[in-house]
């Protein structure tokens, strides 16, 4: 067993788009049973952040940044399993039904929620993007799940989130069902007009989910 893997390196390995050493990282971090919610949160996501810091300060462009989002998914593919196998072995705080609201499809800010809300406990089932209010509304019953975590990454979806609020509430399910919304153009401001919680982030989303839980 080598030295274990620093923080920096995985950080690194994200801002310089390197999915195959993001990947090996991984790895390393969860072959040495290392610390996994800190590899992500300290690691990886700090990696991420500093790609959209240097994509808004114009030191990086769309290549870059496809780049980077392409490293931190190659390690999330490793550490999201491990994990989940890991939160096997207790009770989960609650069951999270998470996914990009239809027509739209980025994911990788909604995937980095689902990823911190499992190292924390709780029971993740990510529909991934595009989907319908449909498909949240019948993967929530199937789960009997607790939370329904939406997000939109352009102003022209995010009228399905109201959408999907009122799907709830229509299906009587308003009382054991609370829906979280997140993505870059939403506010605390749209989550009250829509009755739902919101989250700016994935790492406040877990504090909310948390609160919504006990509720």
Known sequence: MGEPCS?????QAVVDGDATLARALAERVVADNDDLVAAVENGFIAGIRRVGELWEE?????PELVQGAEAMKAAMAVLTPALG???LSREP???VVLGT???????IGKTLVGTLLTANGFEVHDLGFDVPVEAFLAKAREVNAHIMAASALLTTTMP???????AVRAAGLASSIKVLVGG?????????EIGAAHADNA???VGVAERLVRA
Request: no cysteine.
């Open 203 to 205: 790492m406040q989303a």
């Open 184 to 192: 870059a153009p939403t506010t605390p401001a749209w989550a009250d």
């Open 160 to 166: 399905v989130q109201r959408e999907l609020v009122a």
């Open 93 to 95: 705080k609650g069951r």
């Open 101 to 107: 609201v239809q027509g739209d499809v980025h994911d």
């Open 85 to 87: 196998a890991r939160a």
């Open 7 to 11: 923080p920096i390196e995985m950080m």
């Open 58 to 62: 114009g030191e990086y462009f769309l």
